[in-house]
C-alpha cells in the first residue's frame, strides 16, 4: 500500500461508487487515464472511491518509484501496489489501463479495458448516472 488516506477494499468503500483502476508506471495510456480519474475523485468527493492497483513486478520498480510516479500526477485516491499479484489474479484485467466501475451495493456496473474503453468522458457520465 502507497497511499492508504481513502478506502483501500471495496468492504471499506461500501455505500459509494468505486472506480478500480488497473495501472502500471510503464503504462502510456495509464498516464492519460489517471490524472482525469483524480479529476473525478476530487468532484464527486464523499461519494466516489477510486482505488489504484499497480500492477508493476517488483523486480522492475521499487515502492518509492511508484511514490514518486503518483506525485508526479497529483495523485490523491488509494494506491495499491500488487506486489504479489492477487488482486490482479481475481479481478483478471485484460488490458491496461482496465478500469472496473462498482456501484453503492458491491455490485459490478461497467468494465473499461485499454486505452480505447478508458474514454473520460464516458466514465464520468457512467459515474454520473450512478451517483443519481
Keep these: ?43 464527486h468527493a464523499g461519494t466516489l472511491t477510486v482505488i489504484g492497483v499497480c500492477v508493476d513486478d517488483p523486480e522492475d520498480v521499487s515502492g518509492a518509484q511508484i511514490q514518486a510516479f503518483t506525485n508526479e500526477l497529483g495523485l490523491s485516491f488509494s494506491i495499491l501496489w500488487d506486489k504479489q499479484e492477487k488482486t490482479v489474479r481475481h479481478y483478471d484485467p485484460p488490458a491496461m489501463p482496465t478500469a472496473f466501475l462498482v456501484d453503492q451495493e458491491g455490485v459490478l456496473r461497467k468494465v473499461y479495458v485499454g486505452p480505447e474503453g478508458n474514454e473520460p468522458g464516458r466514465i464520468a457520465a457512467d459515474v454520473q448516472a450512478l451517483l443519481r
Design 1 to 43: 500500500m502507497l497511499q492508504d488516506n481513502e478506502p483501500n477494499t471495496l468492504a471499506e468503500a461500501r455505500g459509494t461508487v468505486v472506480l478500480i483502476d488497473f495501472w502500471a508506471t510503464f503504462c502510456e495510456p495509464c498516464l492519460k487515464s489517471l490524472p482525469h480519474y483524480q479529476r473525478l475523485a476530487d468532484q
